[in-house]
């Protein structure tokens, strides 16, 4: 069972007893969510849940009030690749707003902020480029970005994500949607701490969150699936490959050009594409009968979807990696 194996916990888990920590509004301005963040009780019941410890609460956008499940499927499917994503819940609140009942993502914190520091990935690229314009972030590029590729686990790392933002579309990794952590160091002086990637997190702009229930079916038409799938206007990485890059690469073409510049990187990209329908399945099917509520439910229909676009991509990069 998936749910022993990877201690998964398939009911949703109320958070209206837990501690609001009020310390995050402040630090984390609002994104393109709302969220809010909790500290667990010190006794927890399900044993997917660390005590004392902070979560988010991240709610889907209210035209798509299904997209939180994008976080909870990144976080399973990772499992199965051996992607390190944040374990991502179902969260359940009916005080986050007056008289409604609210389902979200509830994320457990990636790093220990009482020891660590945490750096998003913005930070460092307006230190390497000149003007970056971190609102757009238009000039996010990953050649930039390998000027930290000298960091402990740089390649392992972008394999890793990048292979997880393929399968799943995630068209939103943005210079603040990845950071780094340097761990026990805070109220420290340390020099030059060591600088640990964080796991991939925010990974709702993706796994076809976009799409409404009545248009899933006309994915089904070959052309319009093709498209969705490779046309680079759309199944594209946040990041483009170079600065200047007029390149329009799709998912495939980019991956294609990483592993020409990391060669090392195929075995590992390999590694993470060896799991099977079953495996995902078995993971993820329960989902869709978590939530009965008609608003946000997980339907049947979209995790078929879903799991057909991740097995389709899984072909597709394949193909273009020769693995
Ligand atoms: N699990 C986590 N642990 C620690 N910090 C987190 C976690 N999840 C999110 N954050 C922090 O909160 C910020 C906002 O969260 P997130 O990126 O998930 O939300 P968002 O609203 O979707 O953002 P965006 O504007 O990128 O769409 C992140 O950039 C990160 O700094
Ligand atoms: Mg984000």
Redesign the pocket.
């Known amino acids: 069972m998936a749910e022993t194996k990877f201690n998964l916990c398939n009911k949703p888990v109320v958070i209206d007893e837990w501690q609001q920590d009020d310390t995050y509004e402040g630090v984390?301005p609002?994104?393109?969510?709302d969220?809010s963040a909790y500290f667990s009780p010190q006794s927890v019941e399900e044993d997917c849940l660390k005590p004392n410890f902070r979560y988010?609460f991240?709610l889907s956008r209210s035209w798509c009030p299904w997209q939180f499940w994008g976080e909870i499927i990144a976080y399973r499917l990772g499992l199965i690749m051996g992607v390190e994503v944040?374990p991502a819940h179902i969260g359940l609140s009916e005080k986050y707003s007056e008289g409604q009942i609210i389902f979200g993502a509830l994320?457990?914190?990636?790093?220990n902020d009482k020891q660590d520091l945490?750096f998003?990935g913005g930070q460092f690229m307006v230190q390497f480029v000149k003007d970056y314009d971190r609102q757009r972030g238009s000039q996010h590029n990953f050649t930039t970005i390998a000027q930290l590729k000298n960091l402990s686990g740089f390649k392992e790392h972008w394999a890793g994500v990048f292979t997880l933002d393929c399968l799943t579309g995630n068209t939103?990794r943005?210079q603040?949607?990845w950071?780094l952590i340097a761990k026990g160091v805070r109220g420290k002086i340390i020099k030059e701490p060591t600088l640990y990637f964080s796991p991939a997190?925010?990974n709702?702009?993706a796994l076809a969150y976009e799409i409404i229930e009545k248009n899933i079916d006309k994915y089904s038409d070959p052309v319009v699936r093709e498209g969705y799938l490779t046309n680079p206007r759309r199944a594209r990485h946040h990041m483009k490959w170079s600065i200047d890059g007029q390149e329009t690469l799709n998912f495939f073409d980019f991956m294609q050009k990483f592993v020409l510049e990391f060669p090392e990187t195929k075995p590992i990209i390999s590694k993470h594409l060896n799991f099977n329908k079953a495996q995902v399945e078995e993971a993820i099917s329960p989902l869709a009968d978590a939530v009965s509520d008609a608003t946000y439910c997980l339907s049947q229909k979209r995790l078929n979807f879903i799991i057909e676009l991740i097995f389709e991509r899984k072909e597709l990069l394949k193909k273009a990696l020769n693995i």
């Open positions: 984390y609002k994104g393109a969510r969220k988010l991240k944040p994320i457990e914190w990636f790093y945490y998003e939103d943005h603040d949607n950071g997190f925010d709702g702009t």
